[in-house]
């Protein structure tokens, strides 16, 4: 399995001849081979709108060779995030994708004159995108080991001594840790000199043959190695790692006041499924906690998985 596993992005409008083709090429020369890129229409036209093409090239972006393509069901199934422009009542719903809409004119039969403010805010809507789901990578994602211990738990007691991670007090010993995680799916993020910069790993949800697909999953990322995308390549390698075996579900509970890790699974296909009000105490206060999960989208109903590897 690779490093990291590239997201795909569908852009879809009605006639693939105008926003979705603009978004798709933006996108592609944005992120480079860190995405990949697909783009359709409900009703696709026969040929792509020339002042797109002509728009585009004022920005040094060729779309001239591009043509217009039919949306399938295939296509929708196959994205890890859907963003349609105007047609979104015809794209296919599947759980465990981020569904988009952007509200953007249509350039159909307009000169390049009003398609250039178009051309633009889709622009910066990609670029946002592209922070979002492919930051520029500053880590190398790698199997952990126990020569990681040390690193691995202090970053968790930084986690725990901020006060929105878990309701844990104190972080558990290399071997309390080691026997509760699954061996075959935890990682770490380390930069050039092999330092942690975060790690991610999973725990069977229950013995029970029934919930051999279903894990909980924990996420930590060192305080000052935040904001650069490693959380997000973190939690992308464990779903790449976690569908290849055949788990279908990844679970978590969140504290409310934590957005910015809420935000981060919401963004890789995570859904709400409810909150466990004033559950328990942490510090002296009744605390609530978000229920979140990932369905994986790319595993058949019909094919029960092997248990997964446990200690």
């Known amino acids: 399995m690779p490093d990291t596993a590239r997201p795909t992005v569908l852009f879809v409008c009605v006639h693939n001849a105008g926003r979705s083709q603009m978004a798709a090429a933006f996108l592609t020369h944005l992120a480079g081979d860190r995405v990949e890129v697909r783009s359709a229409g409900s009703t696709p036209a026969d040929a792509v709108n020339p002042s797109v093409v002509a728009a ?4 040094g972006i060729d779309i001239s060779a591009e043509t217009p393509k039919i949306l399938t069901v295939d296509a929708v199934r196959a994205s890890d995030v859907v963003i349609t422009m105007g ?15 952007w509200q953007l004119p249509d350039p159909a039969g307009q000169g390049v004159d009003a398609v250039r403010p178009i051309r633009d805010e889709i622009e910066r809507r990609v670029r946002t995108l592209v922070h979002e789901i492919a930051p520029t990578p ?127 699974h919401q963004n890789l296909g995570f859904r709400i499924i409810g909150t466990r009000e004033r559950i328990a105490q942490h510090q002296g206060v009744w605390r609530d906690v978000t229920l979140l999960e990932r369905r994986s989208p790319a595993i058949h109903e019909s094919a029960p998985p092997t248990q997964p590897a446990s200690r």
């Not at 585009?56 to 920005?59: G, N």
């Not at 968790?156 to 080691?178: C, H, M, R, S, V």
């Not at 995308?229 to 279908?248: K, P, Q, Y």
Request: charged content about 20%; hydrophobic content about 40%.
């Open 138 to 264: 500053l880590a190398r994602i790698v199997t952990m080991t126990p020569d990681h211990a040390e690193e691995i738990l202090a970053i968790y007691q930084l986690g725990i001594d901020e006060g929105n991670a878990t309701f844990e007090t104190t972080a558990p010993t290399w071997k309390e840790f080691d026997t509760a995680k699954l061996p075959d799916h935890r990682y770490v993020a380390v930069d050039e000199t092999g330092k942690v910069l975060g790690w991610v790993a999973v725990a069977p949800v229950s013995p029970r043959r029934a919930y051999a697909g279903v894990v909980e999953h924990s996420l930590y990322v060192h305080p000052a190695a935040r904001g650069q995308g490693i959380g997000t390549a973190l939690l992308r390698h464990l779903i790449t790692s976690t569908e290849t075996a055949g788990i279908w579900t990844i679970q978590s509970g969140i504290f409310p006041e934590n957005t910015a890790s809420l935000a981060l």
């Open 56 to 59: 585009m090239a004022e920005v």
């Open 87 to 101: 047609c979104g009542d015809t794209c296919p719903v599947f759980p465990g994708k981020r569904y988009l809409d």
